[in-house]
């Protein structure tokens, strides 16, 4: 008979590797609920479900915002992720035009633009660091370009997504000055932004950026500044981070294995493919909140009405009941319906978006950089198993 499961604590689960972790509990108790009251679902049937259906809601924000820390409660409380229909659809509607296929599409040259420039300069070193010097670069040019903000800003950009982040659950509960540091970075970012939506508004431009958008939509949709200047907010952190840890994670998992690396650089027109399987074997989020409006059934437990259910991205997607050998990195598999984007009208606005980016920014690495390999030293995971990757990775380019 196997002993009962202590229970489950972020805190204690390997960054470099949660999956043996996921595993004992989705092999044994994979409706767990942990010390706090919390719900966490291990397995893919139980996670889709719940993804897919309207009745759980996202709300609230992410773990309770100490009182005296306005900016943060203010910019969190209009980040679309934290809300549900009838206004998750409304704020959605401002920006969704801008991560369309077609949309994506366009922007491709430019990325590639910026995948090469990046790049080149990292060849130029011994030793780099992929986080620093591409992967978190890449997608903050990217997303500032589409929102309409300049280029030499992206290191201010980075610097405060990364403070902003301290509110998070996890990285909350390793450091003392987590919420100051976050409200200090949600304050300046709130004075950028509202200072964007006033020059838009001296000097209209509307279509020529997505905060003009954003300003030209909002007069006639009733929403006010305080969700626009969240929605800035929140496209330009998550929007970066996610991308961030997929290119970082991603090139982990080629190294890790050589065999699918030298047929992704023998056969490149598989990377649409290989990047779809990158995001199941190693999702950037590892984790999404749902609360249950009623009493619900899952697996012959029954969770409360209200119950904070938390859905194991990353263990659902290395379930053997859905994937053959999921812990095999494989760029042949059909890895539709992973829940690395999520699933249902929460799926990720802008996975389309993510997925350019890594294809092309992993295409670049692998063509320019063909003898790329890990530095001597290890790779250090920032202390968040939600938003999970490196905050360091050191290669060597030749």
């Known amino acids: 008979m196997t002993p009962p499961l202590p229970g489950f604590d972020v805190r204690t689960v390997p960054l470099a590797d949660p999956y043996p972790h996921y595993r004992r509990y989705r092999e044994h108790d994979p409706v767990h609920q942990a010390p706090d009251g919390s719900w966490y679902l291990f397995r893919h049937r139980d996670v889709t479900r719940v993804l897919t259906d309207r009745r759980y809601l996202r709300g609230p924000r992410p773990a309770r915002v100490p009182a005296g820390l306005p900016h943060l ?5 209009h980040w679309m992720v934290f809300m549900d229909p009838p206004r998750h659809t409304r704020v959605r509607a401002l920006v969704a035009d801008a991560f369309t296929p ?3 599409a366009a922007l491709r040259p430019r990325i590639a633009q910026l995948a090469h420039t990046l790049v080149a300069e990292l060849a130029t070193r011994r030793q780099a660091d992929l986080v620093a010097e591409l ?3 890449l997608p903050l040019l990217v997303i500032g370009e589409l929102l309409g ?3 030499q800003d992206q290191g201010w950009f980075r610097e405060r997504a990364l403070r902003l982040q301290q509110a998070t659950r996890a990285r909350a509960a390793h450091r003392a000055d987590a919420w100051s540091v976050a409200e200090a970075a949600a304050r300046d970012l709130d004075a950028y932004f509202r200072a964007e939506l006033t020059r838009r508004r001296r000097r209209p431009r509307p279509g020529t950026d997505l905060i003009g958008t954003m300003v030209a939509r909002a007069a006639s949709s009733g929403l006010g500044d305080d969700v626009l200047v969240g929605t800035c907010v929140h496209l330009l952190t998550a929007g970066h981070e996610t991308t961030t840890n997929l290119l970082c994670k991603g090139l982990l998992a080629l190294l890790a294995h050589p065999d699918q690396l030298a047929t992704l650089r023998a056969r490149p027109e598989l990377m649409p493919a290989a990047v779809t399987e990158l995001v199941r074997y190693d999702a950037p989020v590892q984790m999404v909140t ?8 899952l697996a012959g437990r029954t969770l409360p009405r209200g119950s904070r259910v938390v859905l194991v991205l ?3 997607n290395r379930d053997p009941a859905r994937f ?3 812990d095999r990195l494989d760029l042949f598999r059909d890895a539709r319906r992973h829940t690395g984007f999520g699933l249902g009208i929460h799926y990720c606005l802008g996975a389309l978006l993510a997925r350019a980016e890594a294809e092309i920014a992993l295409a670049e690495l692998l063509r320019t950089l063909p003898r790329l390999a890990l530095a001597d030293a290890p790779v250090r995971y920032a202390d968040d198993l939600v938003f999970h990757g490196p905050e360091r990775l050191l290669v060597r380019p030749d």
């Open 73 to 77: 409660m203010r910019n969190t409380a």
């Open 102 to 104: 077609a949309a994506t």
């Open 135 to 137: 992967a978190a670069p």
């Open 149 to 151: 903000v300049p280029a």
């Open 290 to 297: 749902r609360h249950s409006p009623d009493r619900a059934r």
């Open 314 to 316: 990353g263990s659902a």
């Open 324 to 326: 053959d050998e999921p």
